[in-house]
């Protein structure tokens, strides 16, 4: 199948407003007459829900939470871009789209992020609106911060809160609609399969967390908000319910997964303390900004520090390397993520890491706060300092941070038209669950411009275009593509509890998180893929032979949850080697060792890889069918990126 | 239901009222104690018994006496809704709770407070107000009605000692917390004078079960049955209630 | 594999844990012993290891709530000995760390008890009453695309401030859970106020705390006796000042709004 983009042609300011103008539009009264399903209620499906709502479609809403207000755009800690230029610094809505495109090591579609750019300064309008407490100035105007190296001020902030205040804010807006009646509210709900009439998407099947009931809900169109898929590395800094089966299960029926290698690792995370670890906290990227990242100069001093035998403090400055002031003099210490990233790995493959593990690099504050005074620096990083000595015990004002990278975010996803139309007609995708904006690498405060950009302005004015072709008459689940899916979902539950084998959907879930840390990482090499893909292969055998859960499917069952989640996952890493295998060059999040230049950064083929894969499933343990959308660049020269 | 009665049983409104009448029960005790104080006067009871017979037959006093019911009634009226509906939130209790840990005995408690004193309040008015009001007292040397001679032989009997003294511990600690939550419940809490007005009414509770208190020990520990100073106390405790007097 | 800190002794400990195998079936507190608990776990990744024990004995691990881990999103809800969130001030359970018990305690864990949280199973309890209260009036009603520019209306940074200490309410219940009344009135007054100190929120002010109390009132949650253990035991320290708030704009809004109903 050709992959159409459906990006209008034009001048690429005007291209938003001519697709607004060229769209077919919905008759108002005729809104009433359409069902939409929405799967996933943070950012881009709270806030597509509600818009959906307010121009009288009637909505459906899913969530596996407990809440909507739950769903983990609520951890963002940095902030929301917007092209606003409210500080007079030269920012624009080029800007923007330059500096996304750019930082996603030109991976991304251009008519896309400049929308993207576009829309951002709405989306501030639509947050205050709400009452979202962004951060002021003394003069009563909102206040702005540069972040993730960006050289304007154009981070609109609420404290570290951000991504809470914005979820809040879209959750009040879902709320409203709930009262109204316009969304109809489906908590406790996990999707486990998409229905296709006819090649349309037209419902979905969940399956109820508290009661096991699964259910069939049929729909003009499906919207899927259903986040990342980091967790397929099993440490993340992802949630520990974020999962992608929505997605997964959207691809089997025929999305395609565009990117799907592309992943990012955030550097200043805090380091794995035990086998038992659940998951991983990110700090937040402004730490960099002040915090001087080292380790040992020597393998040998790093040893008696892994040893408790000698204390950083303690550690004169001629023993210590500042690799990244060391290696980068322009930059320093605020590389971009990834390249922090890499060193820091790195670092403790030459055995000089630090902690018991060996597996962290100092972030030291103590330069700043003899600069300047703990107070200053308690300013601005109390509540991250706070956070991490309640995690670890460590008071990061007396001795350094031990920081590590950790996966954060998935630049990959269903491959999605300028529409957020993914290649099932009426099924769409928005938020980090499209393969989205960000081309190979996402800049810091853009996942929630992006996922709010999605639901509030994109899919209101993008969907009509599929209704209005599609005739406005009431739908029901007596179609047998529903019964049929809804078997499927019983019979592979049914089969999940049935195995009774000896290892827990957890420990599968380790097994498979350890084999993609290490191989398709933070750098991966031809070899380490193949091998990763074999290891992959194993798991998944002995996943449907020896998987254990008990109890049954009509109660609540969270061993079952995370098993037919785990299950998804490891299919989903197979595809992700293939996908790092098959792009033989480095760019943003995807780093392969062969492709280096000769000072070690990433060497990207803009002549053979300027493409977004888009895979295809073909069946059951069949290879994925690769399909390229082919990337042009009219309005940006492609560089390479240089940070020395 | 209309909008008022809406407002005054919903879960604030209830509340409200609480806190109105309280803090209006308040200025009952400062009356109250004000007034009591007269009980000090070595006279044999001639000043207490003028103020009693004033409080007893002026007809504006009279009235604002119904007031006090109605004050008394809707504060009991309202702990006792507000209570049943607190106890119904929770119908499963929890194994182990320990609200010690983060919160006041005396907010937890103003149930039990208030009830004790509302068993003194039914007792008290029995004995005094009753009496005063319904039944017949001797006259003193004015012709008024001896209700000093009354106080007096009632705080000779230890027993009566102990559930004042009790009582006013229970009036002290329900308005260490009654006082300043009385302010909240109106949306009174300011961060510049919330400390202003918690301290004040720290300082009222002790103030005013204090006083109360202090009567009855008085007599019981200091006066012969009549009410006369005992010659034979410590020095410094005659100087002291002599200076009082 | 050792922890950061290499001198952490493991602990073996006894948990009292209620189990109830849904909302119709009463439940029990059931005992269990975990070992070798390291102090560097957070509370709920000593509950993982005790639940990875149960399944591979074939036992129905114990169901629970959480997500984020980093205590933001609400969702964990423990209430454990005798305190919601247990005993660390300021902390969510997910956040509350093992190095905070000694070997060879005894920990109860029990879920929020609250006739309007209705237990799901084990520990796992429904909160959806604290969404029904948001949407009797928690918003303010801005559709999506009319709004007026961000800085045309300045906001003064202290109220702006004020605002948001109020709107960091995670939603997670444990003021109801750790209230004698089981009363919301933190939870709802946090939102109140946060819209009443707002410009944005001035024009529905007096129908949204009418509707959201009364809806508050309708879920069953007890009357604030200001006892002020919601404030104390709030993980993201919502000040008693907000109840206050509600208090006042309750008050108001009843004698000045122009709604008889």
Known sequence: ????????????????????????????????????????????????????????????????????????????????????????????????????????????????????????????????????????????????????????????????????????????????????????????????????????????????????????????????????????????????????????????????????????????????????????????????????????????????????????QDIGEDDRDYFLERKYPAFGNLVPRDVASRNAKQMCDEKRGVGASGLAVYLDFADVIKRTSAEAVSQKYGNLFEMYEKITDEDPYKQPMRIYPAVHYTMGGLWVDYNLQTTVPGLYATGECNFSDHGANRLGASALMQGLADGYFVIPSTIGDYLAATPPKPVTTDHPAFAEAKAGVQARTEQLLSINGNKTPDEFHKALGHIMWEYCGMARNAEGLKYAKAEIQKIKKEFWTNVKVVGSNDEMNQALEKASRVADFIELGELMVDDALNRNESCGGHFREEYQTPEGEALRDDEHYAYVAAWEYMGENQPERLNKEELTFENVKLTQRSYK | MNWFTKTFTSSIGRKIIMSLTGLFLCTFLVVHLIGNFQLFKNDDGVAFNVYSHFMGHNPIIRTIEWGLVLGFGFHIYEALMLTTRNKSARSHKYDQFHAEQNSEWTSRNMGILGSIILIFLLVHLYNFFWRARFGTLDPDINKNDDLYKLVVSSFHQWWYVLLYVAAQASLGYHLWHGFRSGFQTLGLNHRKYMPLIKNFGYAFAVIVSAGFASMPLYFFFFTNEKGALLSDMPAVLHQLTLAFN | MAGSNPNAKPMNLTLRVWRQPNRQTEGRIVDYKVKDI????????????????????????????????????????????????????????????????????????????????????????????????????????????????????????????????????????????????????????????????????????????????????????????????????????????????????????????????
Not at chain 1, 100 to 118: F, M, P, S
Not at chain 1, 177 to 203: C, F, H, M, N, P
Not at chain 3, 71 to 89: A, V, Y
């Open chain 1, 1 to 312: 199948m050709e992959l159409l983009s459906k990006a209008p042609e034009g001048p690429l300011a005007e291209k938003w407003d001519k697709h607004k103008f060229n769209v077919k539009l919905v008759n108002p009264a005729n809104k009433r007459k359409y069902d939409v399903i929405v799967v996933g209620t943070g950012l881009a499906g709270a806030a597509a829900a509600a818009s959906l709502a307010e121009l009288g479609y009637n909505v459906k809403a899913f969530t596996y939470h407990d809440s909507p207000r739950r769903a983990h755009s609520i951890a963002a800690q940095g902030g929301i871009n917007a092209a606003k230029n409210y500080q007079n610094d030269g920012d624009s809505v080029f800007r923007l789209f330059y500096d996304t495109i750019k930082g996603g090591d030109y991976r991304a579609r251009e008519a896309n992020v400049y929308r993207l750019a576009q829309v951002s300064v709405n989306i501030i309008d639509q947050c205050v609106a709400q009452g979202v407490p962004f951060a002021r100035e003394y003069g009563g105007l909102l206040a702005n911060r540069s972040f993730g190296g960006a050289q304007v001020s154009r981070t609109f902030y609420a404290r570290g809160q951000t991504g809470q205040q914005l979820l809040l804010g879209a959750y009040s807006a879902l709320s409203r609609q709930v009262a109204y009646g316009k969304v109809k509210l489906y908590t406790r709900s996990e999707l486990l399969d998409v229905v296709v009439v006819d090649g349309q998407a037209r419902g979905i099947v969940t399956r109820n967390l508290v009661t096991g009931e699964v259910q069939t809900h049929a729909s003009h169109a499906v919207v899927l908000a259903t986040g990342g898929y980091g967790n397929v590395f099993y440490l993340s800094t992802n949630a520990m319910y974020c999962n992608a089966t929505a997605a997964w299960r959207a691809h089997k029926k025929g999305a395609y997964f565009a990117n799907p290698c592309f992943t990012q690792i955030h550097p200043t995370c805090i380091p794995v303390s035990g086998d038992y670890q659940s998951k991983l906290t990110l700090m937040s990227e402004s730490l960099r900004n002040d915090g001087r990242v080292w380790v040992p100069k020597t393998v040998e001093l790093a040893e008696r520090v892994r040893k408790g035998e000698v204390k950083p």
């Open chain 3, 38 to 261: 390291s102090p560097e776990m957070s509370f709920l990744e000593m509950l993982d290891v005790l639940n990875e024990d149960l399944l591979h004995q074939g036992q129905d691990p114990v169901a629970f709530d959480h997500d984020c881990r980093e205590g933001i999103c609400g969702s964990c809800d423990l209430f454990i000995n005798g305190r919601s969130h247990g005993p660390e001030k300021g902390t969510t359970t997910c956040q509350l760390h093992m190095r905070k018990f000694k070997d060879g305690d005894t920990i109860t864990i029990e879920p929020w008890r609250a006739n309007s949280f209705p237990v799901n199973k084990d520990l796992s309890v429904d909160r959806s009453a604290f969404d029904r209260i948001i949407q009797a009036g928690g918003y303010v009603s801005v559709n999506t695309g009319g709004a007026p520019d961000g800085n045309e209306i300045p906001i003064p940074k202290d109220i702006a401030d004020r605002a948001f200490e109020a709107a960091t309410c995670i939603g997670c219940g444990a003021c109801v859970a750790a209230c004698k009344n089981a009363s919301a009135m933190l939870f709802v007054s946090a939102k109140v106020s946060q819209l009443a100190l707002l410009p944005q929120g001035q024009v529905e002010r007096a129908t949204r705390v009418e509707n959201m109390v009364a809806q508050m009132d309708i879920e069953g949650f007890g009357a604030c006796t200001n006892i002020g253990s919601c404030a104390a035991e709030c993980p993201v320290g919502i000040s008693l000042e907000n109840i206050a708030i509600l208090n006042r704009e309750f008050l108001t809004a009843k004698a000045a709004s122009n709604n008889l109903a």
